[in-house]
């Protein structure tokens, strides 16, 4: 581990004297007439300074132009818009167009890459994809198939591909990319596949591989120095990635890396989130499952890992730990912090010092979670930082073939992907929520590379005795970890939320509803229902001296996968069908993008 030591050092100390290549990026997302990263900012917070489209003049929006994307499935993600150009992309097959906004929206270019079908059927949760990036005039896709392209911006040829992984057991992409100085930083889908997740970097220039870092397996392979990588504030030691497993399970493993990344330059670390361990039947791997679960801090240049927090040890719910990231600069107790906050699947929203990885807050953000009593924070105790899990909600200690029931909240979580905005104007967090529950059997299942290892049948529902919906939109203080105000909705929330300087946050509803309210109480101010339902993220942009506001609609993901893949049986979709089956009522499939403007 020494020589790995010395020759990242090396390697950081040479970086520190040349210019990146995404000086240019972080120029496009300082000018904020722009939408030049799907996140909004490296600081993954969503929040725009334009305020032109005001809480006081919202409610006369109106459609200022659309376009259709040619394909349907669930649109995830958002359009960038990079000077007079947008750059829309779309699920299975990933199509991606550049847009001439100062020319009526013309088709400067369409790339379409050609893949193999086979690939949908390996695909988890629908066929979606959550963005290209921008940075250094090269639009970059991560397929479906995790082939990495690099296009030139302005012409869409290709300028080099890598290959990041392989469909044929398992391995597939549903996530956008993190360009980061020189290197482009992507994850792997296939959880359900008993796929071992990892994070990889390629050169911005070249596409050559850098460095690889699995979820878990032998310290080589997870990029720790047991002696400094730190979880809780203790070293991890030798064999952290292995010794809380049975025999080689970890090979198989999960903790794959679907989610969002955000990064901090002056620390030089990028933050991300791993996801479940496979298989969903917990009692075919004992144990804490190292390092599954886990909000992950590691240094940009050589991925070598300063600071791990396991969320959910030896998961039994598939609460997977993968949405992003958020990060801020607050005061706690006088003293300005550099603070990480993380809305997790598990029902838990916790708040982190993102440079020492301190656990400052971990509080339900959903009343209904039942899965825990809570997590224990006391520094000296021998079970800090670990949920306490209720006996009558553990799939666990319930045993395989029993159907444990009334668990909250469901698989898909309090919250998965649909990434939530920070306004630094409120000090406030908007957080697109699930309020659904479930019953889970787990039962035993064999590994065939590539075909689903997951173990367990679901069914999901509202939370009982509530509102009668499946979602929340809520604003969340993240010192205090307590909701400050909550608007149901009928259907999960699948949408990212945008915050705006104009004291608005936006977000979409399943049933097509783009919606936005006030920053401060909540109060309705525009509703408009657009062709489909709305799974996208919401961006803002400005041209020619008019603010625009877009969002993809395009019903799909997880919780729309019975009507974006046809399937009626309630248990198929990992339990999502029978859950959702009354979606069918409000919308219907679609793919489009819609551009919203007030009057002129």
Request: hydrophobic share 35%.
């Given at each position: 581990?020494?020589?790995?030591?010395?020759?990242?050092?090396?390697?950081?100390?040479?970086?520190?004297?040349?210019?990146?290549?995404?000086?240019?990026?972080?120029?496009?997302?300082?000018?904020?007439?722009?939408?030049?990263?799907?996140?909004?900012?490296?600081?993954?917070?969503?929040?725009?300074?334009?305020?032109?489209?005001?809480?006081?003049?919202?409610?006369?929006?109106?459609?200022?132009?659309?376009?259709?994307?040619?394909?349907?499935?669930?649109?995830?993600?958002?359009?960038?818009?990079?000077?007079?150009?947008?750059?829309?992309?779309?699920?299975?097959?990933?199509?991606?167009?550049?847009?001439?906004?100062?020319?009526?929206?013309?088709?400067?270019?369409?790339?379409?890459?050609?893949?193999?079908?086979?690939?949908?059927?390996?695909?988890?949760?629908?066929?979606?994809?959550?963005?290209?990036?921008?940075?250094?005039?090269?639009?970059?896709?991560?397929?479906?198939?995790?082939?990495?392209?690099?296009?030139?911006?302005?012409?869409?040829?290709?300028?080099?591909?890598?290959?990041?992984?392989?469909?044929?057991?398992?391995?597939?992409?549903?996530?956008?990319?993190?360009?980061?100085k020189d290197k482009i930083i992507v994850g792997i889908s296939g959880g359900e596949f008993g796929v071992r997740g990892s994070v990889t970097a390629y050169n911005m220039n070249?596409?050559?591989?850098?460095?690889?870092?699995?979820?878990?397996?032998?310290?080589?392979?997870?990029?720790?120095?047991?002696?400094?990588?730190?979880?809780?504030?203790?070293?991890?030691?030798?064999?952290?990635?292995?010794?809380?497993?049975?025999?080689?399970?970890?090979?198989?493993?999960?903790?794959?890396?679907?989610?969002?990344?955000?990064?901090?330059?002056?620390?030089?670390?990028?933050?991300?989130?791993?996801?479940?361990?496979?298989?969903?039947?917990?009692a075919q791997r004992p144990g804490d499952n190292r390092w599954s679960m886990t909000i992950m801090a590691r240094d940009i240049d050589t991925g070598e890992a300063k600071w791990?927090?396991?969320?959910?040890?030896?998961?039994?719910?598939?609460?997977?730990?993968?949405?992003?990231?958020?990060?801020?600069?607050?005061?706690?107790?006088?003293?300005?912090?550099?603070?990480?906050?993380?809305?997790?699947?598990?029902?838990?929203?916790?708040?982190?010092?993102?440079?020492?990885?301190?656990?400052?807050?971990?509080?339900?953000?959903?009343?209904?979670?039942?899965?825990?009593?809570?997590?224990?924070?006391?520094?000296?105790?021998?079970?800090?930082?670990?949920?306490?899990?209720?006996?009558?909600?553990?799939?666990?200690?319930?045993?395989?073939?029993?159907?444990?029931?009334?668990?909250?909240?469901?698989?898909?979580?309090?919250?998965?992907?649909?990434?939530?905005?920070?306004?630094?104007?409120?000090?406030?967090?908007?957080?697109?929520?699930?309020?659904?529950?479930?019953?889970?059997?787990?039962?035993?299942?064999?590994?065939?590379?590539?075909?689903?290892?997951?173990?367990?049948?679901?069914?999901?529902?509202?939370?009982?005795?509530?509102?009668?919906?499946?979602?929340?939109?809520?604003?969340?203080?993240?010192?205090?970890?307590?909701?400050?105000?909550?608007?149901?909705?009928?259907?999960?929330?699948?949408?990212?939320?945008?915050?705006?300087?104009?004291?608005?946050?936006?977000?979409?509803?399943?049933?097509?509803?783009?919606?936005?309210?006030?920053?401060?109480?909540?109060?309705?101010?525009?509703?408009?229902?657009?062709?489909?339902?709305?799974?996208?993220?919401?961006?803002?942009?400005?041209?020619?001296?008019?603010?625009?506001?877009?969002?993809?609609?395009?019903?799909?993901?997880?919780?729309?996968?019975?009507?974006?893949?046809?399937?009626?049986?309630?248990?198929?979709?990992?339990?999502?069908?029978?859950?959702?089956?009354?979606?069918?009522?409000?919308?219907?499939?679609?793919?489009?993008?819609?551009?919203?403007?007030?009057?002129?």
């Amino acid at each position: 581990m020494r020589k790995l030591s010395l020759l990242t050092s090396g390697i950081a100390l040479c970086a520190a004297s040349v210019a990146y290549a995404n000086d240019d990026l972080i120029a496009q997302m300082d000018n904020s007439e722009q939408w030049a990263i799907q996140t909004g900012d490296y600081k993954n917070q969503r929040y725009s300074e334009l305020d032109q489209i005001n809480a006081g003049n919202v409610g006369d929006l109106q459609v200022a132009w659309t376009f259709s994307t040619g394909v349907l499935r669930g649109h995830e993600g958002s359009p960038l818009v990079i000077g007079d150009t947008m750059y829309v992309h779309t699920p299975f097959p990933n199509i991606v167009y550049a847009l001439d906004l100062a020319n009526e929206g013309k088709i400067i270019w369409k790339y379409e890459p050609k893949q193999d079908p086979d690939v949908i059927p390996v695909m988890c949760c629908d066929t979606v994809n959550r963005g290209v990036a921008y940075a250094d005039g090269k639009i970059f896709l991560h397929q479906a198939d995790t082939k990495v392209v690099a296009l030139d911006a302005n012409t869409g040829d290709v300028l080099w591909d890598a290959q990041n992984g392989d469909p044929a057991i398992g391995e597939t992409n549903t996530a956008t990319v993190l360009p980061v100085k020189d290197k482009i930083i992507v994850g792997i889908s296939g959880g359900e596949f008993g796929v071992r997740g990892s994070v990889t970097a390629y050169n911005m220039n070249t596409g050559e591989r850098e460095w690889r870092a699995y979820s878990m397996g032998p310290d080589s392979d997870i990029l720790v120095n047991p002696e400094t990588t730190t979880h809780l504030g203790k070293p991890v030691g030798p064999d952290s990635g292995t010794n809380t497993w049975e025999g080689d399970q970890w090979m198989i493993g999960g903790g794959t890396t679907w989610g969002w990344y955000s990064a901090d330059m002056d620390e030089n670390l990028f933050y991300y989130g791993t996801g479940n361990p496979s298989t969903w039947n917990p009692a075919q791997r004992p144990g804490d499952n190292r390092w599954s679960m886990t909000i992950m801090a590691r240094d940009i240049d050589t991925g070598e890992a300063k600071w791990f927090y396991q969320m959910t040890p030896h998961d039994e719910w598939d609460y997977d730990g993968i949405n992003e990231m958020i990060l801020t600069e607050q005061d706690i107790d006088g003293e300005e912090r550099k603070l990480l906050t993380h809305f997790d699947r598990n029902g838990l929203a916790y708040t982190m010092d993102r440079v020492s990885g301190e656990l400052l807050v971990a509080e339900k953000f959903d009343p209904v979670v039942n899965w825990t009593t809570g997590v224990d924070m006391d520094p000296n105790s021998e079970t800090y930082g670990r949920p306490a899990v209720v006996a009558q909600y553990s799939t666990e200690q319930n045993g395989e073939d029993v159907n444990s029931t009334g668990i909250c909240p469901a698989a898909l979580g309090t919250k998965d992907q649909q990434p939530a905005s920070y306004s630094p104007k409120t000090e406030m967090f908007y957080v697109p929520t699930n309020h659904v529950c479930m019953d889970y059997e787990p039962f035993r299942v064999s590994y065939t590379a590539g075909q689903p290892y997951v173990g367990a049948t679901l069914a999901m529902y509202p939370a009982p005795d509530s509102h009668g919906g499946m979602g929340n939109f809520i604003a969340w203080d993240n010192i205090n970890g307590e909701i400050k105000w909550s608007i149901p909705e009928k259907f999960s929330v699948w949408s990212g939320a945008l915050a705006t300087a104009g004291d608005i946050v936006f977000y979409g509803t399943l049933e097509g509803h783009l919606k936005a309210v006030h920053a401060d109480t909540g109060e309705e101010l525009y509703r408009f229902k657009t062709p489909s339902g709305i799974i996208g993220n919401v961006m803002t942009y400005e041209h020619d001296g008019r603010q625009y506001v877009g969002i993809l609609s395009g019903v799909g993901g997880w919780a729309g996968i019975g009507l974006a893949a046809g399937l009626t049986n309630p248990n198929d979709g990992l339990g999502a069908v029978g859950g959702y089956a009354a979606l069918s009522d409000y919308t219907a499939l679609g793919g489009q993008l819609t551009v919203f403007a007030l009057p002129n």
